[in-house]
């Protein structure tokens, strides 16, 4: 452990450092890094170029994942921030199911079992993930295609007392009790989105 005057020294030679020029070895790393930089925005305008669309929109939209730990560190965000309203308000109960295709296993994980589902990594297979809105009696389901540990979106189900109905009706019907049981939600600047 390192005592407060050593820490201040170390903090001040960062600082001075700053005002000193870059050093060779320094250059070196400093133009290995914007190579990589500028290699990664052309391979982007390429994809984008074919894609007719930028890649956040993708993102934005949920259709890939890196892997498993990516999807699940997402959901930790969303119960971070509204998954636990809507816990409290709706009852809300989560289910992320992994069927790896080389082993043929199957595991299963609850929202306070996230943090373990970051560490499964396998490279083909399947990912459900179910939302349950219990006291409103609704479920969404998606589900991706794992491939090279990547995950892409396959289709998403939404269910009202357990039959199955349109998405966007389902979604719609979701944002209306939504704003029945908090009344605070409507007109706020979160989307239906936010809530799935």
Known sequence: MTSAPQEIKRILDVEEALYMPISDQDRQLIDEFLEL?????????????????PLDHYQQQRQFYLDVGDLAHFRLNFFG?????????VG????????????????????QELAAAMH??????????????????????????????HLYWE??????????????DGLMRLQQELEACSPG????????KEFT
């Open 37 to 53: 930089r500028q290699a990664y925005q052309l391979v982007t305008r390429r994809i984008e170029n074919a894609l007719q669309a």
């Open 81 to 89: 921030l509204v998954g636990h309203f809507l816990q409290n308000t």
């Open 92 to 111: 809300l109960t989560y289910r992320l199911e992994l069927w790896d295709r080389e082993s043929h296993r199957k595991h299963s994980f609850s929202d």
């Open 120 to 149: 499964c990594e396998f490279r083909t297979g399947t990912v459900v993930e179910t939302l349950m809105y219990d006291r409103l009696n609704f479920r969404l389901r998606r589900k991706f295609d794992v491939h090279g540990q």
């Open 155 to 168: 289709k998403s189900q939404f269910f009202v007392a357990g039959k199955e109905v349109p998405l966007t």
């Open 185 to 192: 939600l409507h007109g706020t600047i979160l989307k239906i």
